[in-house]
């Protein structure tokens, strides 16, 4: 079965600085890996998805996460944080195949911004 | 946005009393989840639903039943509440179809108190 890690649970970061948000995985084969933010009090929006192909991938509001093999590793990154991007993110994995349908959650990073 | 409505948005109840939430699509989309999120937790699938009368269990499906009889409507059931399932509960939908292969989209939440 397929598991995710997150191993931050709460990272602070100052408005303009750049981010970095750790996912590690684990699965046999080539997982489809997904990026998922949820501001306090809203459900979940999809920001990026990596499915097949090229290994960096963007995603909305100027967010990107770059697949590695080697390291099962799908970190996001983003080059100037706003103000407005403190929300908690999840990244999640699901079995890629027929039938597969069920997406593994990490337990999810809080990130804050300093003004 | 997803046209991805659940109902009640809050709901307050007592131990031993049951308590049906309804997640209600409007995309037709074949596949439908019921997740929970609890602090530290992240997204747990409970159960999920492939087609109209087809539904299978998740990863925390005790204490809870679901039930589709329409593709539009996914019914998730607590027989009998109990303080443990006090959660923020979430539908979400996909359609497992090409490229859209299990991207879900996930509906505003429920909040639920069970005292």
């Known amino acids: 079965a397929q598991s995710v890690t997150q191993p931050d649970i709460h990272i602070t970061v100052s408005e303009g600085a750049s981010l970095e948000l750790r996912c590690n995985y684990s699965?046999?084969?080539?997982?489809?890996l997904f990026w998922y933010v949820q501001s306090p009090g809203q459900g979940l929006q999809l920001l990026l998805k990596y499915f097949s192909g090229d290994t960096l991938v963007q995603g909305i509001k100027g967010f990107e996460a770059e697949f590695k093999r080697s390291q099962s590793s799908f970190n996001l990154r983003k080059p100037s944080v706003h103000w407005s991007d403190a929300a908690e993110y999840f990244c999640?994995?699901?079995?890629?195949?027929?039938?597969?349908?069920?997406?593994?959650f990490g337990k999810g990073t809080k990130l804050s911004v300093i003004p | 946005d997803a046209g991805i409505t659940q109902s009640p948005r809050h709901k307050v109840t007592e131990t031993g009393t049951p308590v049906t939430l309804r997640c209600h699509q409007t995309e037709n989309h074949r596949y439908m989840y019921w997740y929970r999120q609890d602090p530290g937790h992240g997204l747990r699938l409970i159960h999920y639903?492939?087609?109209?009368?087809?539904?299978d269990k998740g990863e925390v499906s005790d204490g809870y039943s679901v039930s589709r009889s329409k593709t539009e409507d996914f019914l998730l059931t607590l027989e009998s509440a109990t303080s443990s399932q006090t959660s923020v509960y979430f539908c979400?939908?996909?359609?497992?179809?090409?490229?859209?292969?299990?991207?879900?989209?996930f509906g505003p939440g429920t909040r639920l108190t069970v005292l």
């Open positions: 999640a994995v699901a079995a890629s195949g027929a039938g597969s349908y069920q997406l593994t």
């Open positions: 699965y046999g084969a080539t997982p489809y």
């Open positions: 639903s492939y087609g109209v009368k087809d539904t």
């Open positions: 979400a939908i996909s359609d497992q179809r090409g490229i859209r292969y299990n991207e879900q989209f």
